[in-house]
C-alpha cells in the first residue's frame, strides 16, 4: 500500500499521509500491515494506513534517543520556541484541512472541530513561549556553598492519545513535552490515525530535527503496551479510560519505572442552585454534556438540580435539548454528529438499556437517530437514584441523568459520590456558594456558570481515580522536566 493518499471531503481535497512518522520520514510498518479507519457519519471505511508493531516502537524509540541525545540536545530553548511557533503558524494555515480530516473521521461537527485546531494552535504556541522561560533556582545553601537546580528534560516520551479530540490531544502532548527539550513517539487512537499524521507532515515542515517527532498510528493492545513497558521510555502520558490507564501504569511499574501522567475518565457533577440564571444554567447544561455529542473526560453527566427550580429547570432542558441538530458534521448548523464507533455506540445503547430496566425514565432521547452512521439522540434520564449504574460510571455520550437535592449539603454530598474527580460545575449567582462548593468539590478543575471551557494557560486533571499529574499551563511543564540538584563549595573543607 501506498505512502499516501488523495482525500476528498466535503470541505477539501487533500493529500493525507498513511505512514508512520518515523525521524522525519514516513514509511511503512515493518510486518507490512495496515488497518482501516471508518467514517462513522456512514460506517463505510476513509482508507488505511500503516500500523505499528512492538519492532516499529522500538525504531521509534531508537530514533527519538538518537535525537534526544544528539541534534535536538544542541537546539537552544530559543529554537525550539521558534520552531513550536512555527507549527502553530501551519495549524493556523492548515486549519480547514485539519478541521475536515477530524469532521471526517472523527464524525465531530466541523464548526466544532475549528475550534479545536484553533485551540491546538493556541497550546502550540503557548508552548512556543514556555521554551525559553524553563528555569531552575539558585539556593544558598551556607556561605561557603550553594546549590542550584537545573530542569532538566526527562528523555524520550511515549505519549498515548485518544479519538476524542484527536489533534487537540496530540497538541497537549506534544506542546509541553518538546518546550521542556523533550522527544516524542506519540500514538494515536486507532479509531482517528489521520489528523496527527496529517500534523506529523507539519512537524517536518517546522524545520523539527529527525526523531525529535515521532507519530505512529497502531492498536493499544500492541503498539501502545510496546510504549508502555518500553525499557529505553523515560515518561509516558496517557489520556482515556480508567481501565487502560491501570494497565498502562503496572506496565510502567513492571519494566524500567518510567515516569506516568494519566488524564483519565469522569462523572462530573453540574450542580444548578435555586437562585442560577436559568437561561444560562440551561445553555450550560446542555453544551456541558452534548458538545462533542458526550465524548468528554470532563462532560457534565450528572445534572444535579435544587428542588425550588427542579421541575421548571427538568421542562426548559428537554426543550433546549430537542433543538440541537443531529446530522452530517459538515452542515453549517450540525451541533452533534454520530458517536465514534459502533463499540461506542453499543455501549452507551447498553448503558441507555441498563438505565431503564433501572427504573429510571427517559425523558428524553433513549434511541438511535436516523439508520445509517452511529448517531444516537441527545438523552436524558430523570428518576434516577445515585446507586445505579447511569449515575456512577462514564457513559462517555449523549446522555445526562438529573437527580434533585435538598441543599448546599446535599448537592456537595451528591456531588462527589462517585470514584471520579475530573471536573465540576456550580451554577448559582451568590458569590459565597460559589466559593464554598467550589471549594468543598473533590474535582481537579471546577467551573461557575460556565461549563467545559478549558484554557491552555490553566492546568487540567483529575483528583481520585480521575488521574494523576496535570496538563497545560506552566504545571504540565512538571511533568516533562527532572530536578537536579548542583551542590556547590566555595572555599576549604570543613574538616581535613
Ligand atoms: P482506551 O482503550 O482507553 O483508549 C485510549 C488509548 O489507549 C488508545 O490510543 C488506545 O489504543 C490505547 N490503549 C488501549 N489499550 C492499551 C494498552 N493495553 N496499553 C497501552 N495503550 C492502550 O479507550 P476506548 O476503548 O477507546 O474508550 C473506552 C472508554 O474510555 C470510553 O467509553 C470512555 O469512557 C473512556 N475514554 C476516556 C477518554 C478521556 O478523554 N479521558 C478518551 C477516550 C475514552 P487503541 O486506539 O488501539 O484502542
Ligand atoms: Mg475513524
Not at 97 to 112: F, Q, R, S, V, Y
Not at 281 to 299: D, L, S, T
Not at 330 to 345: E, K, N
Request: glycine share 10%.
Amino acid at each position: 500500500m501506498s505512502l499516501s493518499t488523495t482525500i476528498e471531503t466535503p470541505a477539501v481535497k487533500y493529500e493525507q499521509p498513511l505512514g508512520l512518522f518515523i525521524n522525519n520520514e514516513f514509511v511503512k510498518g515493518s510486518e507490512g500491515k495496515t488497518f482501516e479507519t471508518i467514517n462513522p457519519t456512514n460506517e463505510k471505511p476513509i482508507t488505511s494506513v500503516h500500523e505499528a508493531n512492538e519492532k516499529d516502537v522500538d525504531i521509534a524509540v531508537a530514533a527519538a534517543r538518537k535525537a534526544f541525545e544528539g541534534a535536538w540536545s544542541q537546539v537552544t530553548p530559543t529554537e525550539r520556541g521558534r520552531m513550536l511557533t512555527k507549527l502553530a503558524d501551519l495549524f493556523e494555515r492548515d486549519s480547514d484541512t485539519l478541521a475536515a480530516i477530524e469532521a471526517l473521521d472523527n464524525g465531530k461537527a466541523m464548526t466544532m472541530a475549528k475550534l479545536d485546531v484553533a485551540n491546538a494552535a493556541n497550546c502550540l504556541r503557548y508552548y512556543g513561549g514556555w521554551a525559553d522561560k524553563i528555569t531552575g533556582q539558585t539556593i544558598d545553601t551556607n556561605p561557603e556553598t550553594l546549590a542550584y537546580t537545573r530542569h532538566e528534560p526527562i528523555g524520550v516520551c511515549g505519549q498515548i492519545i485518544p479519538w476524542n479530540f484527536p489533534i487537540l490531544m496530540w497538541a497537549w502532548k506534544i506542546g509541553p513535552a518538546i518546550a521542556a527539550g523533550n522527544t516524542v513517539v506519540i500514538k494515536t487512537a486507532e479509531q482517528t490515525p489521520l489528523s496527527g499524521l496529517y500534523a506529523a507532515k507539519l512537524i517536518k515542515e517546522a524545520g523539527f530535527p529527525a526523531g525529535v517527532v515521532n507519530v505512529i498510528s497502531g492498536f493499544g493492545r500492541v503498539a501502545g503496551a510496546a510504549i508502555s513497558s518500553h525499557m529505553d521510555i523515560d515518561k509516558v502520558a496517557f489520556t482515556g479510560s480508567t481501565l487502560v490507564g491501570r494497565t498502562i501504569l503496572q506496565a510502567a511499574a513492571k519494566s524500567n519505572l518510567k515516569k506516568v501522567t494519566l488524564e483519565l475518565g469522569g462523572k462530573s457533577p453540574n450542580i444548578i442552585f435555586n437562585d442560577a440564571d436559568i437561561d444560562n444554567a440551561i445553555a450550560w447544561a446542555n453544551f456541558g454534556i452534548f458538545f462533542n455529542h458526550g465524548q468528554c473526560c470532563c462532560a457534565g453527566s450528572r445534572l444535579l438540580v435544587q428542588e425550588g427550580i427542579h421541575d421548571k429547570f427538568v421542562a426548559r432542558f428537554k426543550e433546549r435539548a430537542a433543538q440541537n441538530k443531529l446530522g452530517n458534521p459538515f452542515a453549517a448548523d450540525t451541533f452533534q454528529g454520530p458517536q465514534v464507533s459502533q463499540l461506542q455506540f453499543d455501549r452507551i445503547m447498553e448503558y441507555i438499556n441498563h438505565g431503564k430496566k433501572a427504573g429510571a425514565t427517559v425523558a428524553i432521547g433513549g434511541e438511535r437517530h436516523g439508520n445509517e452512521g452511529y448517531f444516537i439522540q441527545p438523552t436524558l434520564f430523570t428518576d434516577v437514584t445515585g446507586d445505579m449504574k447511569i449515575a456512577q460510571e462514564e457513559i462517555f455520550g449523549p446522555v445526562i441523568t438529573v437527580q434533585k437535592f435538598k441543599d448546599e449539603a446535599e448537592a456537595i454530598k451528591i456531588g462527589n459520590s462517585t470514584s471520579y474527580g475530573l471536573a465540576a460545575a456550580v451554577h448559582t449567582k451568590d458569590l459565597n456558594t460559589a466559593i464554598r462548593v467550589s471549594n468543598a468539590l473533590k474535582a481537579g478543575t471546577v467551573w461557575v456558570n460556565q461549563y467545559n471551557m478549558i484554557s491552555y494557560q490553566a492546568p487540567f486533571g483529575g483528583f481520585k481515580e480521575s488521574g494523576i499529574g496535570r496538563e497545560l499551563g506552566s504545571y504540565a511543564l512538571e511533568n516533562y522536566t527532572q530536578v537536579k540538584a548542583v551542590h556547590y563549595r566555595l572555599g576549604d573543607a570543613p574538616f581535613s
